[in-house]
């Protein structure tokens, strides 16, 4: 039952004391909207839903002053989103607050963490507790919270996968994945899809292929890619191919249950096999939607006979599901199960605990034993008391308030406002995805499907944040939009972000004409 404050009327109620008067654009102040006269032209800015949580003041860092810090002793990758950072201060389930109270709504989750909402009250309660009665014990101790939540966890997975692993991020959880699939198999290679990102570790940057995440160091040794089978930016795809309420564009001839483009990805995938690989194999890593490459789904029934294939070889299938677990795609709890399929290992992490560093491998006993025998393996902080009881608490909370069934009623609503959008501009080449996990592909034009060039879905971007919505950016060349919002997530919510979507895309289209 969803839980009675997500229902009390929602009125914004920022203190303007410590708004300041932005340049670009007045702040929201008592439920006033503003009518924003900018570089980005004369529009009215979409009505942003009412919120009913007042955040604190801001009274840290100032501004210029984060921005030397950053750049003086912080990674000199480039990494923030925008030319002008955003500095945020405080969260309230789907809303962000930045340094000058001013309200977002958060389309990304903190690149598809935040599950249940940002600071969520119970989530929030139990971590105060626990906080309050034990931190850290190290594996070498037993404490109840690990015990407990290692029962609820492995409830919610099928047969055989019973056996878990506590790690602390997405990464080390796919380290520690295939380092199970080489032990079990006694093989090294292992094949994982052009556009995968597995994590940014050593030993996982071989099977991350995306340019960003590639290196001339040596890493990875064993790892091979092969064909995404994408639908719509690949060679074959057509108007059947996604599991999803709304399909590419692209026409085919195929009949609702039968895919050509399918058959054609599984030949690729027989070819790396037959020509990349040895003849026996240690695994195959897939995200069930691949996450960093702009939430790209494959066609119906490739990854089951991709998993036939592989095991054919003596290898072991991996479910990367740090994106997609814990009921953000809707119709499952898991992402394999929608595609029909039983791993021998899984990997998650992000939604696990809600932003928690958290994350664990869940496998079978005959793997979990293969690894046993091959080395010890410890982690001084995976499953510590505060992320046990945090992620007890995650679950609770998406059981308690429906999140799973939201995700799917409000992700398909969302899906097919986005196909609108994409039906009325000609540079919105593609909307794909399930629950809530969508991209929105730019392209240049629907008939080439060339991507649209990152300086102009740059200025998109910066458009909806001005407007008070983040989204997050993926693609090989950064040219999808993923839209992730907590799972709490409401229809006025929705249609507050496809309004902002449309007054940008209009915005720049108004750009192009000049």
């Known amino acids: 039952m969803t839980l009675?404050?997500?229902?009390?009327?929602?009125?914004?109620?920022?203190?303007?004391?410590?708004?300041?008067?932005?340049?670009?654009?007045?702040?929201?102040?008592?439920?006033?909207?503003?009518?924003?006269?900018?570089?980005?032209?004369?529009?009215?800015?979409?009505?942003?839903?009412?919120?009913?949580?007042?955040?604190?003041?801001?009274?840290?860092?100032?501004?210029?002053?984060?921005?030397?810090?950053?750049?003086?002793?912080?990674?000199?990758?480039?990494?923030?989103?925008?030319?002008?950072?955003?500095?945020?201060?405080?969260?309230?389930?789907?809303?962000?607050?930045?340094?000058?109270?001013?309200?977002?709504?958060?389309?990304?989750?903190?690149?598809?963490?935040?599950?249940?909402?940002?600071?969520?009250?119970?989530?929030?309660a139990v971590a105060q507790k626990q906080l309050g009665r034990l931190w850290h014990t190290s594996g070498f101790f037993f404490h109840p919270l690990i015990h407990e939540y290692t029962e609820k966890l492995s409830a919610l997975l099928p047969e055989p996968l019973k056996v878990i692993f506590f790690v602390n991020s997405g990464s080390?959880?796919?380290?520690?994945?295939?380092?199970?699939?080489?032990?079990?198999?006694?093989?090294?290679?292992?094949?994982?899809?052009?556009?995968?990102?597995?994590?940014?570790?050593?030993?996982?940057?071989?099977?991350?292929?995306?340019?960003?995440?590639?290196?001339?160091?040596?890493?990875?040794?064993?790892?091979?890619?092969?064909?995404?089978?994408?639908?719509?930016?690949?060679?074959?795809?057509?108007?059947?191919?996604?599991?999803?309420?709304?399909?590419?564009?692209?026409?085919?001839?195929?009949?609702?249950?039968?895919?050509?483009?399918?058959d054609q990805y599984i030949e690729q995938f027989k070819d790396t096999l037959n020509t990349s690989v040895a003849k026996s194999i240690a695994g195959f890593f897939a995200e069930p939607i691949q996450g960093v490459n702009g939430f790209v789904q494959y066609p119906k029934g490739f990854l089951k006979e991709a998993f036939e294939l592989v095991r054919e070889r003596g290898g072991v299938c991996i479910a990367d599901e740090v994106q997609t677990g814990f009921g953000r795609l809707g119709s499952h709890f898991w992402g394999f199960q929608t595609h029909g399929v039983l791993p021998d290992i899984v990997t998650m992490a992000k939604g696990i605990a809600n932003g928690f560093p958290m994350a664990a491998v869940v496998t079978t006993p005959d793997v979990a034993k293969s690894l046993a025998k091959c080395m010890l393996h410890f982690s001084t902080f995976g499953g510590n008391p505060v992320a046990c009881a945090i992620g007890s608490a995650v679950l609770e909370v998406i059981k308690e308030e429906n999140l799973q069934e939201n995700s799917q009623e409000v992700g398909t609503y969302m899906l097919l406002k986005f196909?609108?959008?994409?039906?009325?501009?000609?540079?919105?080449?593609?909307?794909?995805?399930?629950?809530?996990?969508?991209?929105?592909?730019?392209?240049?034009?629907?008939?080439?499907?060339?991507?649209?060039?990152?300086?102009?879905?740059?200025?998109?971007?910066?458009?909806?944040?001005?407007?008070?919505?983040?989204?997050?950016?993926?693609?090989?060349?950064s040219q999808t939009f993923r839209i992730a919002p907590p799972m709490c997530i409401t229809k006025p919510e929705v249609d507050f972000a496809t309004e902002v979507l449309r007054s940008a895309l209009i915005q720049h289209m108004e750009r192009r004409a000049k």
Request: proline share 6%; charged share 20%.
């Open 419 to 477: 196909a609108k959008l994409r039906d009325e501009f000609e540079i919105v080449g593609d909307v794909r995805g399930k629950g809530l996990m969508i991209g929105i592909e730019m392209v240049k034009d629907k008939m080439s499907r060339q991507p649209l060039p990152r300086e102009e879905v740059n200025q998109i971007h910066q458009d909806c944040k001005h407007m008070g919505l983040i989204i997050g950016r993926g693609g090989i060349f």
């Open 172 to 262: 080390e959880a796919n380290d520690l994945a295939m380092l199970m699939a080489r032990a079990h198999s006694n093989n090294t290679d292992i094949i994982s899809f052009r556009g995968a990102y597995h994590g940014c570790s050593p030993y996982t940057l071989g099977l991350s292929n995306i340019v960003f995440f590639k290196t001339k160091l040596p890493s990875g040794i064993g790892c091979q890619s092969t064909m995404c089978p994408d639908v719509f930016r690949g060679p074959w795809g057509g108007s059947h191919c996604r599991d999803s309420p709304v399909q590419t564009i692209r026409k085919c001839s195929c009949a609702p249950d039968c895919c050509q483009a399918k």
């Open 4 to 124: 009675a404050w997500r229902h009390l009327p929602r009125t914004l109620r920022l203190e303007t004391s410590f708004l300041r008067i932005r340049k670009k654009c007045p702040s929201l102040s008592a439920g006033a909207f503003c009518t924003s006269v900018t570089k980005l032209g004369l529009h009215t800015k979409p009505r942003m839903p009412p919120c009913d949580f007042t955040p604190e003041r801001y009274q840290s860092l100032a501004y210029d002053r984060v921005l030397e810090i950053h750049k003086q002793h912080l990674s000199p990758m480039l990494t923030s989103y925008f030319s002008e950072p955003l500095l945020l201060h405080q969260g309230h389930l789907e809303w962000l607050f930045d340094y000058e109270g001013n309200r977002y709504l958060d389309f990304f989750s903190g690149i598809v963490t935040v599950g249940v909402g940002h600071c969520h009250p119970k989530v929030n």
